[in-house]
Protein backbone atom coordinates (compact mmCIF):
# COMPACT_ATOMS: atom_id res chain seq x y z
CA UNK A 1 0.00 0.00 0.00
CA UNK A 2 1.28 3.55 -1.15
CA UNK A 3 2.09 5.71 1.93
CA UNK A 4 -1.14 8.40 2.37
CA UNK A 5 0.16 10.75 5.01
CA UNK A 6 3.55 11.23 6.22
CA UNK A 7 4.44 13.30 9.04
CA UNK A 8 8.21 14.30 9.79
CA UNK A 9 9.26 15.55 13.06
CA UNK A 10 6.60 17.71 13.98
CA UNK A 11 7.25 19.83 16.77
CA UNK A 12 4.39 22.05 18.90
CA UNK A 13 5.24 24.45 21.97
CA UNK A 14 2.96 26.13 23.45
CA UNK A 15 3.23 29.30 25.54
CA UNK A 16 7.40 29.00 24.00
CA UNK A 17 9.31 31.21 26.34
CA UNK A 18 6.80 31.89 29.28
CA UNK A 19 6.53 30.30 32.49
CA UNK A 20 3.38 27.90 31.17
CA UNK A 21 5.97 26.84 28.62
CA UNK A 22 4.06 23.37 26.82
CA UNK A 23 5.68 21.15 24.91
CA UNK A 24 2.98 19.49 23.11
CA UNK A 25 4.49 17.33 20.79
CA UNK A 26 8.13 17.13 20.27
CA UNK A 27 9.54 16.08 17.08
CA UNK A 28 6.80 13.24 16.40
CA UNK A 29 7.08 11.15 12.97
CA UNK A 30 4.18 9.16 11.83
CA UNK A 31 3.43 7.53 8.46
CA UNK A 32 0.16 6.64 7.28
CA UNK A 33 -0.58 3.94 4.54
CA UNK A 34 -3.38 3.98 2.49
CA UNK A 35 -6.97 2.04 3.93
CA UNK A 36 -5.20 2.06 8.03
CA UNK A 37 -7.29 2.71 10.17
CA UNK A 38 -4.98 3.59 12.98
CA UNK A 39 -6.36 4.07 16.89
CA UNK A 40 -4.27 6.56 19.06
CA UNK A 41 -4.81 6.47 23.04
CA UNK A 42 -2.93 8.13 25.54
CA UNK A 43 -3.09 10.39 28.95
CA UNK A 44 -4.67 13.64 29.19
CA UNK A 45 -2.04 16.12 27.79
CA UNK A 46 0.25 13.25 25.78
CA UNK A 47 -0.59 15.65 22.66
CA UNK A 48 -3.13 13.01 20.75
CA UNK A 49 -5.27 15.91 20.34
CA UNK A 50 -2.84 18.48 19.26
CA UNK A 51 -1.66 16.01 16.64
CA UNK A 52 -4.75 15.52 15.11
CA UNK A 53 -5.19 19.63 15.18
CA UNK A 54 -2.12 19.85 13.44
CA UNK A 55 -2.90 17.64 10.81
CA UNK A 56 -6.30 19.30 10.54
CA UNK A 57 -4.26 22.98 10.26
CA UNK A 58 -5.86 24.27 13.48
CA UNK A 59 -2.71 24.99 14.82
CA UNK A 60 0.52 25.98 12.67
CA UNK A 61 3.66 23.90 13.63
CA UNK A 62 6.49 25.46 14.78
CA UNK A 63 8.95 22.40 13.20
CA UNK A 64 8.54 19.70 10.65
CA UNK A 65 6.33 19.06 7.77
CA UNK A 66 3.58 17.17 6.93
CA UNK A 67 2.68 15.67 3.33
CA UNK A 68 -0.43 14.33 2.77
CA UNK A 69 -0.72 11.83 -0.92
CA UNK A 70 2.36 13.77 -2.36
CA UNK A 71 1.29 17.39 -1.78
CA UNK A 72 3.17 19.36 1.23
CA UNK A 73 0.37 20.71 3.30
CA UNK A 74 2.50 22.18 6.14
CA UNK A 75 1.74 26.21 5.15
CA UNK A 76 -1.73 25.56 4.10
CA UNK A 77 -4.50 27.20 5.91
CA UNK A 78 -7.25 24.75 7.86
CA UNK A 79 -9.89 25.29 5.26
CA UNK A 80 -7.97 24.55 2.41
CA UNK A 81 -7.11 21.27 3.97
CA UNK A 82 -10.38 20.24 4.90
CA UNK A 83 -10.83 19.23 1.15
CA UNK A 84 -8.67 16.35 1.69
CA UNK A 85 -10.60 15.31 5.20
CA UNK A 86 -13.10 14.83 7.36
CA UNK A 87 -13.63 15.60 10.68
CA UNK A 88 -15.32 14.58 14.00
CA UNK A 89 -14.79 16.17 16.98
CA UNK A 90 -15.18 15.56 20.90
CA UNK A 91 -17.61 17.86 21.33
CA UNK A 92 -21.20 16.92 19.45
CA UNK A 93 -22.15 20.69 19.32
CA UNK A 94 -19.10 21.72 17.10
CA UNK A 95 -19.91 19.75 14.22
CA UNK A 96 -23.32 20.78 13.10
CA UNK A 97 -24.88 24.30 12.40
CA UNK A 98 -27.62 24.34 14.79
CA UNK A 99 -29.72 26.62 13.84
CA UNK A 100 -30.27 24.97 9.92
CA UNK A 101 -31.90 21.46 9.35
CA UNK A 102 -30.43 18.28 8.80
CA UNK A 103 -30.51 19.00 5.09
CA UNK A 104 -28.94 21.91 5.23
CA UNK A 105 -26.07 20.84 7.01
CA UNK A 106 -25.51 17.56 5.09
CA UNK A 107 -25.71 19.70 2.08
CA UNK A 108 -22.76 21.91 3.16
CA UNK A 109 -20.76 18.85 3.58
CA UNK A 110 -22.22 17.40 0.60
CA UNK A 111 -20.86 20.49 -1.75
CA UNK A 112 -17.31 20.48 0.44
CA UNK A 113 -14.96 20.37 -3.13
CA UNK A 114 -17.45 22.16 -5.01
CA UNK A 115 -18.01 25.82 -6.07
CA UNK A 116 -19.48 27.49 -3.10
CA UNK A 117 -21.48 29.76 -5.94
CA UNK A 118 -24.90 31.06 -6.54
CA UNK A 119 -26.56 27.37 -7.57
CA UNK A 120 -29.56 26.25 -5.10
CA UNK A 121 -28.37 25.21 -1.81
CA UNK A 122 -30.08 21.91 -1.71
CA UNK A 123 -32.00 20.40 -5.02
CA UNK A 124 -34.54 17.59 -4.96
CA UNK A 125 -31.92 15.19 -6.22
CA UNK A 126 -29.65 15.80 -3.28
CA UNK A 127 -32.39 15.27 -0.88
CA UNK A 128 -33.53 11.73 -2.36
CA UNK A 129 -29.58 10.79 -1.67
CA UNK A 130 -29.39 11.99 1.34
CA UNK A 131 -32.71 10.37 2.40
CA UNK A 132 -31.23 6.99 0.79
CA UNK A 133 -27.88 7.23 2.57
CA UNK A 134 -29.22 8.49 5.97
CA UNK A 135 -31.49 5.51 6.06
CA UNK A 136 -28.34 3.56 6.19
CA UNK A 137 -27.72 4.79 9.41
CA UNK A 138 -31.11 3.29 10.93
CA UNK A 139 -31.85 6.61 13.12
CA UNK A 140 -34.52 7.60 11.74
CA UNK A 141 -32.98 10.93 10.60
CA UNK A 142 -34.53 10.16 6.86
CA UNK A 143 -37.88 11.38 8.01
CA UNK A 144 -36.27 14.38 9.77
CA UNK A 145 -34.25 16.23 7.32
CA UNK A 146 -36.00 19.35 7.93
CA UNK A 147 -35.64 19.53 11.48
CA UNK A 148 -32.99 21.85 12.99
CA UNK A 149 -29.99 20.40 14.57
CA UNK A 150 -30.67 21.53 17.47
CA UNK A 151 -33.35 19.26 18.37
CA UNK A 152 -31.59 16.10 17.63
CA UNK A 153 -29.29 14.31 20.71
CA UNK A 154 -26.16 14.09 21.23
CA UNK A 155 -25.67 10.68 19.62
CA UNK A 156 -27.61 11.51 16.37
CA UNK A 157 -25.45 14.50 15.90
CA UNK A 158 -21.86 12.45 16.21
CA UNK A 159 -23.79 10.16 13.56
CA UNK A 160 -24.47 12.81 11.55
CA UNK A 161 -21.07 15.05 12.03
CA UNK A 162 -19.82 11.51 11.29
CA UNK A 163 -21.52 11.07 8.24
CA UNK A 164 -21.35 14.50 6.53
CA UNK A 165 -17.50 14.08 7.59
CA UNK A 166 -17.62 10.40 5.22
CA UNK A 167 -20.04 11.51 2.95
CA UNK A 168 -17.37 13.58 -0.01
CA UNK A 169 -15.18 9.92 0.56
CA UNK A 170 -12.00 12.36 1.70
CA UNK A 171 -8.59 11.05 1.62
CA UNK A 172 -8.32 11.30 5.87
CA UNK A 173 -10.81 11.04 8.37
CA UNK A 174 -9.69 12.74 11.56
CA UNK A 175 -11.94 11.85 14.93
CA UNK A 176 -11.34 13.26 17.85
CA UNK A 177 -12.76 11.23 21.13
CA UNK A 178 -15.73 11.55 19.23
CA UNK A 179 -17.87 9.05 21.66
CA UNK A 180 -16.64 10.43 25.00
CA UNK A 181 -19.41 12.83 25.45
CA UNK A 182 -21.90 10.35 24.67
CA UNK A 183 -23.86 7.21 26.75
CA UNK A 184 -22.83 3.77 26.28
CA UNK A 185 -25.51 2.43 24.06
CA UNK A 186 -25.22 5.88 21.80
CA UNK A 187 -21.17 5.81 21.86
CA UNK A 188 -21.15 1.71 20.63
CA UNK A 189 -23.35 2.80 17.75
CA UNK A 190 -21.42 5.67 16.62
CA UNK A 191 -18.27 3.57 16.84
CA UNK A 192 -20.68 0.58 14.91
CA UNK A 193 -20.94 3.29 12.61
CA UNK A 194 -17.27 4.58 12.16
CA UNK A 195 -15.98 1.32 11.22
CA UNK A 196 -18.43 1.44 8.31
CA UNK A 197 -17.61 5.03 7.08
CA UNK A 198 -14.08 3.10 7.35
CA UNK A 199 -14.48 0.52 5.28
CA UNK A 200 -16.64 1.13 2.51
CA UNK A 201 -15.24 2.99 0.95
CA UNK A 202 -12.07 2.60 3.35
CA UNK A 203 -11.08 5.44 4.39
CA UNK A 204 -7.29 6.61 5.84
CA UNK A 205 -8.64 7.06 9.73
CA UNK A 206 -7.13 8.14 12.86
CA UNK A 207 -8.99 8.16 15.64
CA UNK A 208 -8.21 8.91 19.17
CA UNK A 209 -10.14 7.51 21.87
CA UNK A 210 -9.90 7.34 25.65
CA UNK A 211 -11.05 3.99 25.76
CA UNK A 212 -8.33 1.11 25.36
CA UNK A 213 -10.75 -1.64 24.77
CA UNK A 214 -12.00 0.07 21.76
CA UNK A 215 -8.64 1.08 20.69
CA UNK A 216 -7.55 -2.29 20.27
CA UNK A 217 -10.71 -3.81 18.71
CA UNK A 218 -11.38 -0.88 16.03
CA UNK A 219 -9.26 -1.09 13.17
CA UNK A 220 -5.76 -2.31 12.17
CA UNK A 221 -2.76 -0.56 13.93
CA UNK A 222 -2.35 1.37 17.08
CA UNK A 223 -0.25 4.02 18.48
CA UNK A 224 0.35 4.87 21.93
CA UNK A 225 1.69 8.77 23.18
CA UNK A 226 3.08 10.26 25.96
CA UNK A 227 4.52 13.70 26.89
CA UNK A 228 4.33 14.75 22.91
CA UNK A 229 6.18 11.68 21.66
CA UNK A 230 4.84 8.48 20.13
CA UNK A 231 6.21 5.59 22.48
CA UNK A 232 4.57 2.51 20.88
CA UNK A 233 3.44 1.46 17.34
CA UNK A 234 1.53 -1.47 16.44
CA UNK A 235 -0.33 -3.59 14.31
CA UNK A 236 -1.06 -7.44 12.90
CA UNK A 237 0.11 -10.18 15.07
CA UNK A 238 1.54 -8.16 17.97
CA UNK A 239 -1.45 -5.89 18.24
CA UNK A 240 -3.56 -9.42 17.88
CA UNK A 241 -2.22 -10.37 21.10
CA UNK A 242 -2.11 -7.11 22.92
CA UNK A 243 -4.75 -7.07 25.87
CA UNK A 244 -5.39 -4.29 27.93
CA UNK A 245 -3.91 -5.28 30.66
CA UNK A 246 -0.74 -5.91 29.18
CA UNK A 247 -0.95 -2.07 27.83
CA UNK A 248 -1.28 -1.11 31.10
CA UNK A 249 1.66 -2.95 32.97
CA UNK A 250 3.79 -2.05 29.80
CA UNK A 251 3.59 1.66 29.94
CA UNK A 252 2.32 2.51 33.65
CA UNK A 253 -1.14 3.82 32.22
CA UNK A 254 -2.64 5.45 35.48
CA UNK A 255 -5.89 6.81 34.39
CA UNK A 256 -8.71 4.70 35.72
CA UNK A 257 -10.91 6.57 32.67
CA UNK A 258 -8.91 4.36 29.79
CA UNK A 259 -9.57 1.28 31.98
CA UNK A 260 -13.80 1.15 31.15
CA UNK B 1 -54.57 59.18 22.82
CA UNK B 2 -54.30 57.55 19.08
CA UNK B 3 -52.66 58.32 16.74
CA UNK B 4 -53.96 60.13 12.99
CA UNK B 5 -54.69 58.23 10.35
CA UNK B 6 -52.28 60.33 8.60
CA UNK B 7 -49.71 59.80 11.15
CA UNK B 8 -50.37 56.12 10.86
CA UNK B 9 -49.78 56.25 7.15
CA UNK B 10 -46.37 58.38 7.77
CA UNK B 11 -44.95 55.53 10.32
CA UNK B 12 -46.03 52.93 7.67
CA UNK B 13 -44.00 54.88 5.02
CA UNK B 14 -41.00 55.36 7.43
CA UNK B 15 -41.34 51.78 8.56
CA UNK B 16 -40.33 50.23 4.87
CA UNK B 17 -36.91 51.98 5.01
CA UNK B 18 -36.62 50.96 8.29
CA UNK B 19 -37.00 47.57 7.51
CA UNK B 20 -34.20 47.58 5.09
CA UNK B 21 -31.84 48.82 7.98
CA UNK B 22 -33.20 45.79 9.86
CA UNK B 23 -32.72 43.30 7.70
CA UNK B 24 -29.28 44.79 7.37
CA UNK B 25 -28.33 44.04 11.29
CA UNK B 26 -30.33 41.10 10.58
CA UNK B 27 -27.54 39.99 8.59
CA UNK B 28 -24.78 40.65 11.02
CA UNK B 29 -26.48 40.32 14.16
CA UNK B 30 -28.47 36.94 13.57
CA UNK B 31 -26.79 35.41 10.56
CA UNK B 32 -23.25 36.44 11.20
CA UNK B 33 -24.00 36.49 14.99
CA UNK B 34 -21.48 39.36 15.22
CA UNK B 35 -22.50 42.94 16.90
CA UNK B 36 -21.59 45.27 14.47
CA UNK B 37 -21.86 48.89 15.74
CA UNK B 38 -20.73 50.37 11.95
CA UNK B 39 -24.19 50.81 11.44
CA UNK B 40 -24.59 54.31 12.81
CA UNK B 41 -22.12 55.07 10.21
CA UNK B 42 -22.71 53.36 7.83
CA UNK B 43 -26.45 54.33 7.59
CA UNK B 44 -25.33 57.86 7.47
CA UNK B 45 -22.63 57.46 4.52
CA UNK B 46 -25.60 56.42 2.64
CA UNK B 47 -27.57 59.65 3.80
CA UNK B 48 -24.75 61.42 2.67
CA UNK B 49 -24.12 59.83 -0.74
CA UNK B 50 -28.18 59.91 -1.60
CA UNK B 51 -27.97 63.40 -0.80
CA UNK B 52 -24.75 64.93 -2.56
CA UNK B 53 -26.00 63.08 -5.98
CA UNK B 54 -29.73 64.35 -5.51
CA UNK B 55 -28.83 68.28 -4.68
CA UNK B 56 -26.29 67.74 -7.30
CA UNK B 57 -29.03 66.83 -9.61
CA UNK B 58 -27.93 63.20 -10.17
CA UNK B 59 -30.43 60.24 -10.86
CA UNK B 60 -32.08 59.43 -7.47
CA UNK B 61 -32.27 56.00 -8.33
CA UNK B 62 -28.53 55.86 -8.92
CA UNK B 63 -27.87 57.98 -5.89
CA UNK B 64 -29.89 54.68 -3.84
CA UNK B 65 -27.78 52.60 -5.66
CA UNK B 66 -24.69 54.95 -4.41
CA UNK B 67 -25.77 55.39 -0.88
CA UNK B 68 -25.96 51.38 -0.57
CA UNK B 69 -22.42 50.67 -2.39
CA UNK B 70 -20.90 53.84 -0.04
CA UNK B 71 -22.82 51.48 3.20
CA UNK B 72 -21.00 48.39 2.12
CA UNK B 73 -17.55 49.85 2.15
CA UNK B 74 -17.52 50.90 5.44
CA UNK B 75 -18.81 46.96 5.87
CA UNK B 76 -16.11 45.84 4.68
CA UNK B 77 -13.87 47.82 6.44
CA UNK B 78 -14.99 46.57 10.02
CA UNK B 79 -14.37 43.11 8.26
CA UNK B 80 -10.85 44.14 7.50
CA UNK B 81 -10.23 45.19 10.76
CA UNK B 82 -11.75 42.25 12.50
CA UNK B 83 -10.59 38.95 9.93
CA UNK B 84 -7.02 40.68 8.88
CA UNK B 85 -5.98 42.90 11.99
CA UNK B 86 -7.52 40.58 14.42
CA UNK B 87 -9.87 43.39 15.92
CA UNK B 88 -12.58 42.29 18.30
CA UNK B 89 -15.72 42.86 15.83
CA UNK B 90 -17.71 45.36 18.79
CA UNK B 91 -14.31 47.56 18.56
CA UNK B 92 -13.85 47.40 14.83
CA UNK B 93 -17.40 48.74 14.27
CA UNK B 94 -16.73 51.54 16.71
CA UNK B 95 -13.53 52.58 15.05
CA UNK B 96 -15.25 52.53 11.92
CA UNK B 97 -18.02 53.90 12.86
CA UNK B 98 -15.87 56.90 14.36
CA UNK B 99 -14.04 57.18 11.39
CA UNK B 100 -16.86 57.75 9.50
CA UNK B 101 -18.18 60.64 10.87
CA UNK B 102 -15.02 62.56 9.71
CA UNK B 103 -15.88 60.72 5.81
CA UNK B 104 -19.17 61.37 5.91
CA UNK B 105 -18.28 65.39 6.70
CA UNK B 106 -16.02 65.09 3.75
CA UNK B 107 -18.65 63.25 1.44
CA UNK B 108 -21.13 66.28 2.50
CA UNK B 109 -18.69 68.64 1.49
CA UNK B 110 -18.18 69.83 5.19
CA UNK B 111 -21.54 71.22 5.45
CA UNK B 112 -23.38 69.32 8.50
CA UNK B 113 -26.72 69.60 6.62
CA UNK B 114 -28.00 69.30 3.32
CA UNK B 115 -31.38 70.07 2.06
CA UNK B 116 -33.11 68.16 -0.93
CA UNK B 117 -36.56 70.36 -0.61
CA UNK B 118 -35.80 71.57 -4.38
CA UNK B 119 -34.35 68.26 -5.51
CA UNK B 120 -35.24 65.12 -7.44
CA UNK B 121 -35.86 62.29 -5.04
CA UNK B 122 -37.35 58.91 -5.67
CA UNK B 123 -40.36 59.86 -3.34
CA UNK B 124 -41.34 63.12 -5.77
CA UNK B 125 -41.20 60.98 -8.51
CA UNK B 126 -43.16 58.33 -7.23
CA UNK B 127 -46.21 61.13 -6.14
CA UNK B 128 -46.17 61.92 -9.56
CA UNK B 129 -47.23 58.50 -10.27
CA UNK B 130 -49.59 57.78 -7.69
CA UNK B 131 -51.83 59.34 -5.29
CA UNK B 132 -49.39 61.15 -3.03
CA UNK B 133 -51.10 59.96 0.65
CA UNK B 134 -49.89 56.50 -0.65
CA UNK B 135 -46.65 56.85 -2.64
CA UNK B 136 -44.54 56.26 -0.75
CA UNK B 137 -45.72 53.97 1.28
CA UNK B 138 -45.95 51.92 -2.50
CA UNK B 139 -42.47 52.98 -3.35
CA UNK B 140 -41.24 51.57 -0.21
CA UNK B 141 -43.21 48.04 0.10
CA UNK B 142 -42.02 47.55 -3.73
CA UNK B 143 -38.31 47.87 -2.47
CA UNK B 144 -38.80 45.90 0.67
CA UNK B 145 -39.99 42.94 -1.22
CA UNK B 146 -37.46 43.02 -3.70
CA UNK B 147 -34.97 43.17 -1.15
CA UNK B 148 -36.31 40.33 0.66
CA UNK B 149 -36.54 38.36 -2.43
CA UNK B 150 -33.52 39.19 -3.44
CA UNK B 151 -32.02 38.32 0.12
CA UNK B 152 -33.90 34.88 0.31
CA UNK B 153 -32.67 33.65 -2.74
CA UNK B 154 -28.97 34.22 -1.86
CA UNK B 155 -29.19 32.41 1.71
CA UNK B 156 -30.92 29.13 -0.09
CA UNK B 157 -27.72 28.80 -2.73
CA UNK B 158 -24.90 26.60 -1.61
CA UNK B 159 -22.92 30.14 -0.87
CA UNK B 160 -25.89 31.58 1.53
CA UNK B 161 -26.11 27.69 3.34
CA UNK B 162 -22.29 28.83 4.21
CA UNK B 163 -22.66 32.21 5.12
CA UNK B 164 -25.27 30.92 7.53
CA UNK B 165 -23.54 28.47 9.07
CA UNK B 166 -20.56 30.94 9.85
CA UNK B 167 -22.70 32.28 12.46
CA UNK B 168 -23.82 29.20 14.03
CA UNK B 169 -20.47 27.33 14.18
CA UNK B 170 -17.11 28.28 12.67
CA UNK B 171 -15.09 25.37 13.30
CA UNK B 172 -18.14 23.39 11.10
CA UNK B 173 -17.70 25.72 8.48
CA UNK B 174 -13.46 25.59 8.51
CA UNK B 175 -13.85 21.77 8.48
CA UNK B 176 -16.29 21.64 5.10
CA UNK B 177 -13.46 23.77 3.51
CA UNK B 178 -14.12 26.88 3.81
CA UNK B 179 -12.90 30.53 5.01
CA UNK B 180 -14.87 31.90 7.62
CA UNK B 181 -13.54 35.50 7.37
CA UNK B 182 -14.46 35.82 3.84
CA UNK B 183 -17.63 35.03 5.27
CA UNK B 184 -17.48 37.84 7.58
CA UNK B 185 -16.13 40.05 5.04
CA UNK B 186 -19.09 39.71 2.63
CA UNK B 187 -21.54 39.77 5.45
CA UNK B 188 -20.24 42.83 7.03
CA UNK B 189 -20.04 44.17 3.48
CA UNK B 190 -23.73 42.87 2.89
CA UNK B 191 -25.46 44.33 5.87
CA UNK B 192 -23.92 47.79 5.99
CA UNK B 193 -24.81 47.88 1.74
CA UNK B 194 -28.35 46.91 2.99
CA UNK B 195 -27.92 50.00 6.05
CA UNK B 196 -26.51 52.02 3.31
CA UNK B 197 -29.49 51.86 1.12
CA UNK B 198 -32.11 52.73 4.43
CA UNK B 199 -29.87 55.58 4.81
CA UNK B 200 -29.88 56.90 0.75
CA UNK B 201 -34.02 56.15 0.98
CA UNK B 202 -34.12 57.80 4.42
CA UNK B 203 -32.23 60.84 3.50
CA UNK B 204 -34.56 61.39 0.10
CA UNK B 205 -37.67 60.44 1.76
CA UNK B 206 -37.13 63.55 4.99
CA UNK B 207 -35.41 65.20 2.29
CA UNK B 208 -32.57 66.28 3.76
CA UNK B 209 -29.65 64.60 5.05
CA UNK B 210 -27.71 65.17 8.56
CA UNK B 211 -24.31 64.46 9.63
CA UNK B 212 -25.77 63.29 13.55
CA UNK B 213 -28.52 61.47 12.41
CA UNK B 214 -26.64 58.23 12.89
CA UNK B 215 -27.07 57.94 16.56
CA UNK B 216 -28.89 55.15 17.97
CA UNK B 217 -29.78 53.37 14.50
CA UNK B 218 -28.03 50.12 15.29
CA UNK B 219 -30.50 49.95 18.10
CA UNK B 220 -33.66 50.50 16.66
CA UNK B 221 -32.11 48.02 13.96
CA UNK B 222 -31.98 45.14 16.59
CA UNK B 223 -34.80 46.66 18.25
CA UNK B 224 -36.63 46.14 15.25
CA UNK B 225 -34.92 42.37 14.98
CA UNK B 226 -36.01 40.64 18.02
CA UNK B 227 -39.31 42.57 18.21
CA UNK B 228 -40.67 41.19 14.94
CA UNK B 229 -39.22 37.58 16.26
CA UNK B 230 -40.75 37.97 19.92
CA UNK B 231 -44.09 38.18 17.94
CA UNK B 232 -43.71 36.98 14.25
CA UNK B 233 -41.39 33.94 15.04
CA UNK B 234 -38.47 32.73 13.77
CA UNK B 235 -39.23 28.99 12.26
CA UNK B 236 -38.85 29.32 8.68
CA UNK B 237 -35.80 31.79 7.09
CA UNK B 238 -38.40 33.36 4.95
CA UNK B 239 -40.65 34.04 8.59
CA UNK B 240 -37.51 35.62 9.81
CA UNK B 241 -37.14 37.82 7.06
CA UNK B 242 -40.66 39.15 7.05
CA UNK B 243 -40.46 39.09 10.70
CA UNK B 244 -37.55 41.56 11.18
CA UNK B 245 -39.14 44.08 8.35
CA UNK B 246 -42.15 44.25 10.35
CA UNK B 247 -40.68 44.31 13.57
CA UNK B 248 -39.56 47.96 11.92
CA UNK B 249 -42.89 48.82 11.06
CA UNK B 250 -44.57 48.02 14.12
CA UNK B 251 -41.65 49.50 15.91
CA UNK B 252 -42.05 52.73 14.17
CA UNK B 253 -45.86 52.70 14.77
CA UNK B 254 -44.96 52.35 18.34
CA UNK B 255 -42.78 55.18 18.63
CA UNK B 256 -45.19 57.56 16.57
CA UNK B 257 -47.86 56.50 19.67
CA UNK B 258 -45.34 57.99 21.95
CA UNK B 259 -45.41 60.71 20.88
CA UNK B 260 -48.83 60.72 20.60
CA UNK B 261 -49.28 59.70 24.17
CA UNK B 262 -47.50 63.18 25.14
CA UNK B 263 -43.66 62.40 24.73
CA UNK B 264 -41.10 64.75 23.39
CA UNK B 265 -39.46 64.48 20.56
CA UNK B 266 -36.49 64.77 22.51
CA UNK B 267 -36.91 61.50 24.39
CA UNK B 268 -37.07 59.52 21.45
CA UNK B 269 -34.16 57.80 22.44
CA UNK B 270 -34.98 57.09 25.49
CA UNK B 271 -38.02 55.55 24.61
CA UNK B 272 -35.67 53.46 21.86
CA UNK B 273 -33.80 52.05 24.49
CA UNK B 274 -37.28 50.74 26.36
CA UNK B 275 -38.55 48.79 23.61
CA UNK B 276 -35.17 47.64 22.97
CA UNK B 277 -34.94 46.44 26.87
CA UNK B 278 -38.45 45.00 26.80
CA UNK B 279 -38.51 43.13 23.99
CA UNK B 280 -35.41 41.51 24.30
CA UNK B 281 -36.81 40.31 28.25
CA UNK B 282 -39.79 39.48 25.95
CA UNK B 283 -37.42 37.10 24.21
CA UNK B 284 -35.57 35.91 27.33
CA UNK B 285 -39.15 34.73 28.66
CA UNK B 286 -40.02 32.93 25.64
CA UNK B 287 -37.35 30.84 26.12
CA UNK B 288 -38.71 29.71 29.55
CA UNK B 289 -41.86 30.29 29.45
CA UNK B 290 -43.59 30.44 25.45
CA UNK B 291 -47.07 31.18 26.96
CA UNK B 292 -45.95 34.18 29.02
CA UNK B 293 -44.38 35.21 25.35
CA UNK B 294 -47.41 34.59 23.70
CA UNK B 295 -49.24 36.39 26.41
CA UNK B 296 -47.95 39.32 26.09
CA UNK B 297 -47.33 39.20 22.06
CA UNK B 298 -51.09 39.15 22.04
CA UNK B 299 -51.11 42.47 24.21
CA UNK B 300 -48.81 44.46 22.22
CA UNK B 301 -50.78 43.50 19.19
CA UNK B 302 -53.88 44.71 20.84
CA UNK B 303 -52.12 47.95 22.04
CA UNK B 304 -51.15 48.49 18.44
CA UNK B 305 -54.61 47.86 16.68
CA UNK B 306 -56.30 50.38 19.44
Known amino acids: ?260 | MIMTFAAFLGSLELGMIYAVLALGVFLSFRTLNMPDLTVDGSIVTGMAISAVICAGGGNPFLALIGAALGGAAAGLITGLLHTKLKIQAILAGILVMLAAYSVNLRIMGKTPNIPLTKSTTVYKIADGILPPKYAGIVLGLVILIIIIALLYMFLETRLGFVFRATGDNEDMVKACGVSCDNMKLLGLALSNGLVGLAGGLLAQNQAFADINSGTGMMVIGLASVILGEVIFGTKTLMRRLVAASLGAILYRILLAQALYVGMESTDMKLVSAIIVVIALTLGLLGEKSSKLTRFSAKFIKRRVQR
Open chain 1, 1 to 260: MKNLLEIKDITKVFGEGTVNEKVALNSVSLTLREGDFVTVIGNNGAGKSTLLNCIAGVYAIDKGSIVLDDKDITKLPEHKRARWMGRVFQDPLKGTAFDMTIEENLAIAYYKNRSRGLSPGITSKDRELFREKLSMLEMGLEDKMTQKVKLLSGGQRQALTLFMAAITEPKLLLLDEHTAALDPAAASKVLALTDRCAEDPKLCTLMITHNMKDALKHGNRTILMKDGRIVMDISGEEREQMTVEKLIEKFSIDNDRMLL
